[in-house]
Each structure stands twice: as C-alpha cells, then as structure tokens.
C-alpha cells in the first residue's frame, strides 16, 4: 500500500506541473489587465499565514496601488515536495513555475542546485542591511528575510540558575537524569540545533566553516566524536525517548515531565505568551558553543516573471517596517542588522543575547547528519 | 468500455511504479530526472541496472532492525487483531443481549475516530503521567510500566485502529452461517466449543483470512501509530522511509524501502489470493 501510495505521488509529481502551469498562466493574463500579481508561497505554521496574509502583504498592497500579491499557503509544508518538484520541473523546461516568491525550507535547495535568481544589492537594495555570513550558505541566490535562534528553556521551580555553557548543561544533564530531552532532529529544528552543537564543540572552526557553506562528505568523519557523546546521553534522557517534532518537547517541558530543553526563540515566546507555556518558564542561551539559529529564506525562482515588480516587494520585505511586523506577530529575529532598528528591538533581544545567528550545517549536510543521528544516538 | 479504467490505472499506477522501480535501479533520465535532480547520495547506473541501493539499504542494519520490528508488529497486530474479532463476532452472533449488541456498536467506534487524534490519545493515555499508569500507582503497583514511545504503544495503537474492520467482516461472516446448522450440530449433541470448531470456523474461513491480510497490508505501510507513540528507534518501516523521503532527502533508498514493503505486502496478498481460489474450487465441487 505505501509503495503504491509513493507511486501514486510520483505520477502527481510528473504530471500535475504541467497542468498546473497550463492552467495558472491562463488566470494571471487575466488578471495582469487590472494591474501586477505577483504569486507567493509559504508553508510553515499559522504564524507564518498570519505574518503574510494579515500583515505584510496588506500594508505592502496599500502603499504599492496597482501591485497584487496572491497568497498560496501549504500548512507544514505537506505540499513542499510537490512544489519543489514543480519549480525544478518549470525552470528546466524554462516555463513560469506559476509561483514568483517561495517562502519555504525548500528554499534553501532550489538556491543550491541553481534553480533561484540570485538577489543583489541592484535589485533590491535592503539587501545590503543583511548579515552576510546568512548569504554564504546559500551562494547568494536566497534572501534570508526573519530569524530565530534555539535557546535553553528552564523550569525554574526546579532549577534555580539555569547551566551557562555547554559543558554546564552535559553535566547537568547528567547530574539529572530523565529530566532533560530534545526531539529527534529530523523532525524539528531546535532537537537538531542541540544535536549540532554538541558535535560542532568537537570539530575545528575550519572544517565548520566548510559544513556551513558546502557540501563537503568527506569531512563527514568528524562528526565520530559527538554522535558518541550524544550516543551516551541517550541513557540520561527522559525514558531515552528523542520525540517527534518541535511541540512535543514543549509539551513536556509545560507538563512537567522534564526541566530543561533546547527550544525555538520563537515558538517558546509565543507560547508563553499565549499561556501555553506557564510562568515558571525561562529561557536562556548557553556559550561555548551556543545554539545554532536559524533564518528563513525567500527564494525567487529563475523563471519568476514580473521580477522588477517582485523585487519591490523582496525590497519592502526587509525594510525596518516590515521587520518590526515579524518581531511583533511571531517573536521573530529580524533579518537586518539590530542597528537599522529602534532601541525597544534591542532591548527586548537582550535576555536571550543573540543578535548574530550562530550558522548551521549547510542543507545537504544536515541532511546527512540528521541520518547519521538516527544510525548511531538512539 | 474497459478501456478507460484500464488507460487510467495504466497512467496513475502503472507507469509511475516502473518508473519508481527504475529509479531504485539506478536509472535517473526520464521521468525521474527531477528526483536525482535534487536527491542525495544516489546509486546511478551509466550502463544497464545497478542493485548498489538495494545493496546499501539491506546492508544496513538499521534498516533490518526496522525491519524486523515491522515484521513482528505486523504478526503481533494481525494475531490479536484475528483473536479479538473472533471472540467479539461470536460473542454477538450467540447472544441476543443488550450487552452484546453494546459491544458490538463500541467496537466500531474507532473507525469514525481520526488516527491521529487517536494516536495522540493513546501516547497521553499510556504516558509516565497517563490514566493508566497513576491508576496503577494509586491502586499500590509502583512500578506499573510506562508504555507510551514503546512498540508496546504502537501494537496497542495498530490494534486499536485495525479491531473494527475485523469486527465487522467476522459478524458479517458468522451472520452469514444458517442458524439451521448451529441447532442442527447442538440437536445431535455438539457441545458450543465442537459447534464453533466443525460449524463456524469452516464456514468463516475467508472472511479471516481478509481481516488477518488486510491488517497485515495496513500495518507494514502504516506511519501516524507509529511516528507519534513509537520508539526514537528502530520503528516501523513507514517511519523510517519518510525520514529517508524527508528528512535524509535520500528518495532512492526510500523507494527501495518501499519496495521491501511492497514484496512483503504482496506475500500477504498472494495468501488471500490463494484462499479465496481455494474457496471457489471446493464450491464448484460441491455444486
């Protein structure tokens, strides 16, 4: 049945492109009459829908008369494979993939294997108020647009001064037995930020270095040393159980089944503030590695048509106004330098301290180290 | 007339299995160009076929550890599963009682209850801090086990899920069984037990080999039990391909292990193919 299943979504994959890209040009030179549409696609959480559908592109619509964003979301991404397969599928055959702006992890592999339109300074000049160090990894031809960073959340009826470095927090760990899990990493990134970091603390910067930006297996041996020290945790953790997904170790922290856990800035702050998370949580970030971070890439597939008009809005997407909507709605990072924004951005970041978002393996390694994982921790 | 369900079946199943099987071969041109386009660690093949991915896939034995875990949850489900709609199906067909008829409609329950809803509950009910375990602890058994994110959990869930088709392809079947027979083998002195082992059990044959193939079928392909209440690892292999899928983004081993599946799969149903051949033979004898 499942082989059936898997077949059944090659043939969507194979055949529905096609007929989709037939059918949306048609809409689209309709609509072009009454002004520009351009097409969006983002897949994440309902955070992420609120953050377009109710902010960004509202505002944008009202100060930019004549430009339309149409808004295509995919909850949790279940429709990212078939929209990646479609995207290479329409930039092979060099027609409109009937998407203009992807708002998706996917992203990050369409800019590796040639399929984005690289964004310059030319096009869209904000992109200049970026960290550079979040272009490397993906060649240049992705626009990181928010961030958020994995930090230490602590349930301070049990720990009184929460561990400050990660040597602290292995010993903790340990000290505490059953008190402390991350979810499996291939199944949500802040168990995958604490898995990495573990093994970054045994690898030369130089070789991170090369993870961060390439694909580089041959230096895949590196990682021995902290899967094994990950393997031997295994015994510590909560009923040697790695969950799956990102909620389900917050779930467990607001049960009070354990006391400490790597968790999203972001998720964990909407959760506290929403009440899902009660009062006797913190978060810290912890030194010596600290937890990786993560941005969210916009990715402007090569065949995109109405690129200028596109680019106004990649433009408008990393202004400090719309930034200031991402801190506000979902507790994001934002994307540009903190010096381009208020002082009460500043401030608000400062319990968490990390203005800089410490980079993660690039998407094939991770690929690979998030299967690793599941070969030799468990 | 039958040529459109054939062409459709043809196109929608047909060509995308081969070019899937294809693909596990190491062929990537053609329809799969757009997969090992973006897929990683792939085994190509320049000239003819190459088994490197099958090669590596069984050579793991991560995968043979799931494998093995998938094999004897299937068992376990399909033995209880069977056991289970037996005793409830025969329970209802020999007694007309309103305790019956409430067993019978409880046991249906499940199927109108989403898998994943169901799955969620299960973990929270088996949990360190679930129902069960602090009934227990309250009752004086402290060291009740904790069931949730084991393979106990999942077989708990599988059963749980497969329990109502089995219940009402087994009523359904000993429904079928004349009442005329039953009294007849009573009036002549059977006792209930020799009744159901002469009467009722050759006359039910085919619907448990149904139950038993197709929970078989749905176990080895199924992923929410087992994603949501399973073990970090091994798990069931529909786990474990959408992380190769997914995650690994390694889709030619994910096929390959789809493949796996697929034979096992079809093991079960060369079985219920072979019952009902059997079935139709002794029915054109005695006739």
């Known amino acids: 049945m499942k082989a059936r299943l898997i077949a059944v979504a090659v043939a969507v994959l194979v055949f529905v492109p096609a007929a989709f890209a037939a059918g949306t040009t048609k809409h689209a030179v309709k609509k072009a009459n009454a002004g520009t549409t351009i097409v969006i696609y983002a897949s994440g959480d309902v955070n992420v829908q609120n953050l377009w559908q109710n902010n960004i592109i509202p505002h944008f619509e009202k100060e930019n008369k004549g430009i339309y964003v149409k808004f295509v979301f995919s909850p949790h991404g279940a429709d990212d494979g078939t929209t990646l397969a479609r995207i290479g599928a329409a930039v092979k055959g060099r027609h409109w993939p009937g998407i203009d702006l992807v708002d998706a992890g996917l992203v990050t592999t369409l800019a590796l294997d040639g399929l984005d339109q690289p964004v310059s300074k030319a096009t869209a000049p904000n992109i200049k108020k970026v960290n550079p160090a979040l272009l490397a990894p993906v060649k240049g031809a992705a626009i990181p647009y928010r961030g958020s960073s994995v930090v230490l959340a602590y349930n301070t009826d049990h720990v009184k001064s929460p561990p400050k470095t990660l040597a602290d927090l292995l010993a903790w760990i340990k000290a505490n037995p059953g008190k402390f899990t991350y979810n499996s990493p291939n199944t949500g990134g802040s168990g995958y930020s604490f898995a990495e970091t573990v093994v970054d603390s045994y690898i030369s910067a130089a070789d991170l270095k090369q993870m961060d930006d390439g694909y580089v297996p041959n230096l895949e041996s590196d990682w021995n040393q902290g899967l094994q020290a990950l393997h031997d945790l295994t015994k510590y953790v909560y009923q040697g159980v790695y969950p799956n997904g990102n909620a389900a170790t917050l779930q467990l922290l607001a049960q009070g089944q354990i006391w400490i856990a790597p968790v999203w800035s972001d998720q964990s702050l909407s959760a506290l503030a929403s009440g899902q998370l009660g009062p006797n949580i913190k978060l810290a970030q912890i030194s010596n590695p600290s937890f990786t971070g993560g941005a969210a890439y916009l990715g402007v597939p090569k065949t995109a048509r109405h690129k200028k008009v596109l680019y106004k809005f990649v433009n408008y997407i990393l202004s400090p106004e719309a930034q200031q909507m991402i801190v506000n709605v979902m507790s994001g990072f934002p994307a540009i330098d903190i010096k381009y924004m208020g002082s009460a951005i500043q401030q608000k970041f400062e319990d968490v301290s990390a203005n800089t978002l410490r980079p993660t393996f690039s998407t094939k390694m991770g690929n690979d180290f998030k299967a690793q994982w599941q070969q030799t921790v468990p | ?287």
């Open chain 2, 1 to 287: 007339m039958v040529l459109p369900p054939v062409a459709v079946v043809a196109v929608f199943i047909g060509f995308p299995v081969g070019a899937a099987i294809a693909y596990t071969l190491g062929k990537t041109g053609g329809p799969n160009s757009t997969v090992a386009l973006i897929a990683q660690r792939q085994h190509v093949a320049k000239h003819g076929v190459t088994l490197g991915a099958y090669r590596e896939v069984l050579g793991n034995s991560h995968v043979r550890g799931d494998l093995w875990a998938t094999v004897w949850v299937t068992l376990l489900t399909i033995g209880v599963v069977v056991a289970l709609s037996w005793a409830i199906g025969l329970y209802v067909r020999l007694s007309d009682t309103w305790i019956a008829r409430a067993v019978s409609a409880l046991s249906v329950i499940p199927l109108f209850i989403p898998v994943v809803i169901a799955s969620y509950s299960i973990l929270t009910f088996y949990a360190a801090q679930g129902f069960l375990k602090t009934l227990a602890y309250h009752t004086g058994w402290h060291s009740f086990p904790t069931l949730g994110y084991t393979m106990w959990a999942v077989v708990i869930g599988e059963v749980w899920v497969n329990v109502p088709f089995g219940v009402l392809m087994m009523s359904s079947g000993l429904n079928a069984v004349p009442n005329a027979l039953i009294e007849a083998a009573r009036d002549s002195g059977a006792s209930l037990p020799q009744t159901i082992r002469a009467v009722l059990f050759p006359m039910n044959v085919i619907p448990t080999v149904i139950v038993a193939t197709f929970t078989g079928i749905y176990v080895l392909g199924s992923f929410t039990v087992p994603y949501l209440t399973g073990p970090s690892a091994p798990n069931l292999m529909g786990v474990s391909m959408s992380q190769f899928f997914q995650s690994f983004n390694q889709p030619q081993q994910a096929e390959v292990m789809a493949m796996i599946v697929f034979v096992l799969a079809a093991g079960l149903g060369t079985i219920y193919v072979w019952a009902n051949m059997r079935a139709a033979k002794r029915a054109s004898q005695t006739t």
